[in-house]
DNA sequence: ATCTCCCGCCATATG
DNA sequence: CATATGGCGGGAGAT
C-alpha cells in the first residue's frame, strides 16, 4: 500500500506527497486557509454567525433566523469559550482555523442549519449533494458520513443519485421508538452486562478462562445482520436497497443509538459500544485495529449524534480510570408498552401528531388503571424483570462455587436498579405531581413572602408565587427544590434510595434540603467493584464555576411546615457544615478507594417557565414552528428539562436523601405482585422500625395537599388511586370553581402519569370533562405562574435541555429527566 | 502518551 | 463504464 500521508497541518509543502487525485481542484490539501474564509479573526460569534447564516437559503434564513441565531449564538459562544480555556496562556487569540473547525460536528451544524427541525410538508427540502457539498466547502465523504447518521434516524432518506430528502425531526420518535425495541429484542442489556461481567471477572482473576456464561447468556447473540431498522411509514425507494445498506454506519449508528435507548443510565461507553458493535461474537477477539476503527466510526457517529443533540459527551470513571462515554440527551423514549390500540376519544385534545402519543395515553392508563384491579403485573417490562430475577434466583442457589455474596449482590442491585428505575420511572410523575401541589399549598399557608413576588400576589398567592421561593419557603417539602445558579430556575430533586447513599453533588448555588435519614444503608458491598464507580462530567466543562464561593447548603429536612425562614437560614449553615464533614468523609472514603460509591443522580424538575398561549390549537405547522423555537434547547425558556449534569454533582456533598418515591405506589397487591419492589423498599428504607421516613413526608404532603384528610396515614404502601381526591381542595379559591379545579387535578395526573408535567394544563381538561366550560386562561395562569421564576432562561448554562422531539411534540410536556448515574448492571 | 477524528485511498454499488 | 457511495485505517492535532 502506498504510504499517502495526512498533509500537515501548515502543509504549504506538503501537496507533493499526494497522489494527484483531483488533477483541476486545488491542490487538494486543504491548504491553510487559501480562500475566502475571512481573514478576519475566524472565532469571532458574529464571523461564525455569518458564515451559519449565509449556508442556510433564503426562505430557510428567514423563517428560521431567530432560532438560528440563538442557536448558533450559544453554539458559538461555547465553542469561543472552550476555546478560551483552551488557549488560556496566550492571549486568547484567533486560533489558526485549526483541525476543529474541520470537524465532523461543526459541518454537521452547518449542514443541519440548512434544513428546518420540522418541515412542513409544504417546505420539503431536497437535498443536492453537489450543492451541499460545494456550499459547505467540504468534501463529498464527509457529507456522506453525515447523511448515512441522519438516514439512520430517518431524517433524512434518500431519492436517487446525488439527491436525499430531508424529513427532519418529525420521524424522531417513532424511529427512536423502533430503535428502542429493536434494542430490547436484541437484548443488548445482557450484552452490556456481560460485558461488565466479563471486565470484571477479568480483572479478578487476570487469565483466567471466564467462559461460562458467555455461550448460555448469549445464546442467540447473533442476529449480528441485524438489518437496517425501518419504519414503516418512511419508505425508502432508494434503489439501493440492499448491499451496503445492511452494512456499517448507518447500521452501526442505529445499534449505537439503540444502547442508549434500552440502558438504565442512559450513558454508553465508547468501549462499550464498539465492543458490541463489533459484534459481541468471539469475546477474546482482541482484534486490536478492529476496535480501533470501530472507536473511529463512533466518534464520527457520535459527533453527528451530538449536533443533534441527542446524545453528548461525558466520561466516566470507574477503577481503571476515565472513560470517554455518551450521554442520551435526547427525548425520552418511553418502551413500548403494549400494542393494543388505545382508543384514539381519549386524545380529543389535541390531534395526534405522531404515534408517540397515543402509546403516552396508554402509558397513563397503566400507571392509573381506571378499575383499581389491575395493576403493575400487568407490565411486560415488569413480567420481564420478575423472571430475570427469578432466573438470577435460580442461579444463586444452583451456583455451588461462586461466593453467595456476590451473587446476592447482584440481584440486590439488579433488583433495585432495574425494579425501582422501572417504577421510579412512573412514580416520578406522581412526585412532580405532589411537589407540584404541595408547592401551590403551602405556598397559599404558609403566606411565603418572597422579595421577588409581584404585586398582585395577593389576590392569587399560590399562582404568583415565584419560584424562586421554594427553596426556602417549602423545605418541608420532601423533594429537594434546587434554584438554578444562572436562572433562578429552580429543580426539584429526587433521590433514589439506592443511590443516595454517598451523595456527590450539585454544583454550589444549589440549596438542598435533605431529608433526615439515618439509616440510608444502601447496598452496602463488600464487592466495592460490583458497582462501577461512574462519574461523568460534562465535555466542555464550563459549569459549576457559577457562584463558585456560595457554598451549598444542605438542610436538615424539618417536618414542620411552619418554619420561619430565620430558622432556616439557621439550619442551613449547620447543614453546611455537616455538608462539609460528608465531603470530608467522601473524601477518606474515596482514598480508601475501598468502599462503595454511590452517585446522585436525581430528578430534575426544572420549574421553568411554562410555554404561553393556547397550544391546543397548535396545527401541525404551528407546531412545527413553535418546535423550532425551542429547539436551541440551551436558553429555551419553554425548555421542560434541564437534567443534572456531571459538573454540578461533583462539588458537593449531599447527605443522604431520602426520597423515596418508591413507597407512594405500593399497594399490597402490588407489593404481591411485585417483590422487587418490596425488597428495595425495604433496603432502600432499611428494616429499622422507624417510620419511613419517605412514608411519613409523603403523608404529610398529602394531607398537606388536600388528597387525604388530616389525621389519616397512608400506609406504608398507599395506593395513590385509591386516595380520595378531596373536594375541598380549596387551592382552586381563585377560579371560583372546585369542580373544575377538581377536574383537573385528576387530569393533571392522567398527564402527569403518561408523559411528565403538562404545562400545557387547558389541555388536558377535555379528557375528563369534555363539556366542562374550560377556561384556558385560568389555569394556564396557574401553571405558569406556578413555573415562573424571577430569573431569565437559563443563558450561559451547559445544561442541554434535552427533550428535543419528545417536548415539541408532546406540547410542551415537562418530563422529569432521570438522571442515575450508578451503573446498574455489573 | 492518549484521545479524537480528519483525510482521502480505493473497493463497491449504481445508473 | 463513469460516478456515486462509503469502508477503512494512517497518522496528525488536541489534551
Known amino acids: 500500500r502506498n504510504v499517502l500521508k495526512t498533509p500537515l497541518k501548515q502543509g504549504a509543502t506538503s501537496p507533493l506527497v499526494l497522489t494527484g487525485r483531483q488533477p483541476d481542484c486545488q491542490p487538494l490539501t486543504t491548504p491553510p486557509k487559501p480562500k475566502e474564509s475571512p481573514p478576519a479573526d ?24 431567530s432560532k438560528q441565531l440563538s442557536n448558533s449564538l450559544t453554539e458559538v459562544l461555547q465553542a469561543k469559550h472552550c476555546l478560551q480555556e483552551h488557549l488560556l496562556g496566550d492571549e486568547y487569540e484567533k486560533s489558526q482555523p485549526s483541525r476543529k473547525e474541520k470537524s465532523l460536528g461543526l459541518l454537521c451544524h452547518k449542514f443541519l442549519a440548512r434544513y428546518p427541525d420540522y418541515p412542513s410538508a409544504a417546505q420539503k427540502s431536497y437535498i443536492c449533494l453537489d450543492e451541499v457539498t460545494e456550499e459547505l466547502h467540504v468534501e463529498r465523504r464527509r457529507i456522506y458520513d453525515i447523511v448515512n447518521v441522519l438516514e439512520s434516524l430517518h431524517m433524512v432518506s434518500r431519492l436517487a443519485r446525488n439527491r436525499y430528502i430531508w424529513h427532519g425531526r418529525h420521524n424522531l420518535p417513532q424511529t427512536l421508538q423502533a430503535l428502542r425495541k429493536v434494542g430490547e429484542e436484541n437484548k443488548y442489556i445482557q450484552q452490556i452486562q456481560m460485558l461488565k461481567k466479563r471486565e470484571y471477572e477479568h480483572e479478578f482473576d487476570p487469565d483466567g478462562e471466564r467462559k461460562e456464561e458467555t455461550a448460555s447468556s448469549l445464546g442467540s447473540s ?35 443509538v439503540m444502547l442508549f435507548l434500552v440502558s438504565t443510565p442512559q450513558i454508553v461507553s465508547l468501549e462499550v ?5 463489533i459484534g459481541e461474537d468471539q469475546l477474546e477477539d482482541l482484534d486490536k485495529s478492529k476496535f480501533k476503527t470501530k472507536i473511529r466510526r463512533l466518534y464520527d457517529i457520535a459527533n453527528v449524534l451530538s449536533s443533534l443533540k441527542l446524545i453528548k459527551k461525558v466520561h466516566v470513571t470507574e477503577e481503571r480510570g476515565r472513560k470517554p462515554a455518551f450521554k442520551w440527551t435526547g427525548p425520552e423514549v418511553l418502551p413500548n408498552i403494549q400494542d393494543t390500540k388505545l382508543e384514539a376519544t381519549s386524545t380529543t385534545c389535541s390531534p395526534p401528531i405522531s404515534e408517540s402519543i397515543p402509546s403516552k395515553v396508554h402509558c397513563s392508563k397503566n400507571l392509573f388503571p381506571s378499575k383499581g384491579k389491575q395493576n403493575f403485573t400487568r407490565h411486560s417490562s415488569l413480567i420481564k424483570l420478575v423472571k430475570s430475577i427469578e432466573n438470577d434466583r435460580r442461579k444463586i442457589q444452583s451456583a455451588p462455587a461462586s461466593p453467595v455474596k456476590i451473587s446476592t449482590n447482584f440481584v440486590l442491585q439488579k433488583i433495585i436498579f432495574q425494579g425501582t428505575h422501572f417504577y421510579m420511572k412512573k412514580l416520578k410523575y406522581i412526585w412532580a405531581f405532589c411537589l407540584f401541589f404541595f408547592c401551590l399549598r403551602t405556598a397559599e399557608e404558609t403566606q ?13 398567592p399560590e399562582a404568583n408565587q415565584p419560584l424562586g421561593v421554594c427553596p426556602a419557603s417549602y423545605s418541608s417539602a420532601s423533594p ?17 434510595p439506592s443511590q443516595a447513599h454517598t451523595v456527590t453533588t450539585y454544583s454550589p448555588g444549589f440549596m438542598l434540603q435533605p431529608l433526615p435519614c439515618a439509616n440510608v444503608t444502601g447496598i452496602k458491598s463488600n464487592n466495592s467493584k460490583v458497582l462501577n464507580k461512574i462519574t461523568t462530567e460534562e465535555g466542555d466543562s464550563q459549569i459549576a464555576v457559577a457562584e463558585p464561593t456560595k457554598p451549598l447548603a444542605a438542610e436538615e429536612r424539618p417536618k414542620m411546615k411552619s418554619e420561619t425562614s430565620s430558622q432556616r437560614c439557621l439550619k442551613r449553615s449547620q447543614a453546611l ?20 460509591t454511590f452517585f446522585p443522580s436525581g430528578y430534575l424538575i426544572p420549574l421553568t417557565h411554562c410555554t404561553h398561549g393556547n397550544k391546543t390549537e397548535c396545527t401541525n405547522k404551528d407546531k412545527a414552528g413553535m418546535c423550532s423555537l425551542q429547539h436551541p434547547t440551551y436558553s429555551s425558556p419553554i425548555t421542560g428539562v434541564i437534567p443534572m449534569t456531571a459538573p454540578e454533582l461533583k462539588t458537593v456533598n449531599i447527605p443522604a436523601l431520602h426520597i423515596t418515591p418508591l413507597n407512594i405506589m405500593l399497594s399490597p397487591n402490588s407489593v404481591a405482585a411485585a417483590p422487587v419492589l418490596s425488597n428495595s423498599c425495604l433496603n432502600s428504607s432499611n428494616a429499622s422500625s422507624a417510620p419511613n421516613p419517605s412514608s411519613s413526608a409523603l403523608n404529610f404532603m398529602l394531607q398537606h395537599i388536600g388528597l387525604i384528610p388530616a389525621g389519616v396515614q397512608v400506609p406504608a404502601n398507599p395506593v395513590l388511586q385509591h386516595v380520595p381526591v378531596s373536594s375541598q381542595a380549596e387551592n382552586g379559591h381563585n377560579s371560583g370553581n372546585t369542580n ?25 381538561i377535555p379528557l375528563q370533562q369534555p363539556s366542562a366550560p374550560k377556561e384556558p386562561q385560568e389555569p394556564q395562569a396557574v401553571t405558569e405562574n406556578f ?9 450561559g448554562s451547559s445544561l442541554p435541555a434535552n427533550s428535543d422531539g419528545a417536548e415539541k411534540t408532546s406540547q410542551g410536556t415537562l418530563y422529569i429527566p432521570q438522571r442515575k448515574l450508578e451503573v446498574s448492571e455489573d
Open 42 to 65: 475566524p472565532w469571532t460569534p458574529t464571523s461564525n454567525l455569518k458564515m451559519l447564516i449565509s449556508a442556510a437559503s433564503p426562505e430557510i434564513r428567514s423563517r428560521e433566523q
Open 222 to 256: 447473533e442476529q449480528s445482520e441485524m438489518p437496517f431498522v425501518e419504519l414503516p411509514g418512511v419508505e425508502f425507494r432508494a434503489a439501493s436497497v440492499n448491499g451496503r445498506k445492511y452494512k456499517s454506519l448507518r447500521v452501526m449508528s442505529q445499534k449505537f
Open 273 to 277: 459500544a464498539a465492543k458490541i458493535l
Open 448 to 460: 411565603m413572602k418572597c422579595a421577588l413576588s409581584s404585586p398582585e400576589a395577593a389576590p392569587k
Open 480 to 496: 429537594v427544590i434546587l434554584p438554578h445558579p444562572h436562572s433562578g430556575v429552580s429543580y426539584a430533586i429526587y433521590l433514589h
Open 577 to 596: 457544615q455537616e455538608n462539609n464533614l460528608i465531603k470530608r468523609h467522601r473524601s477518606d472514603e474515596e482514598s480508601l478507594g475501598a468502599s462503595l
Open 740 to 764: 373544575v379545579q377538581e377536574g383537573k387535578v385528576r387530569t393533571n395526573l392522567l398527564h402527569l402519569g403518561r408523559g411528565g408535567l403538562r404545562r400545557d394544563y387547558s389541555a388536558a
Open 787 to 795: 413555573f415562573c421564576t424571577p430569573g431569565g432562561p437559563n443563558s
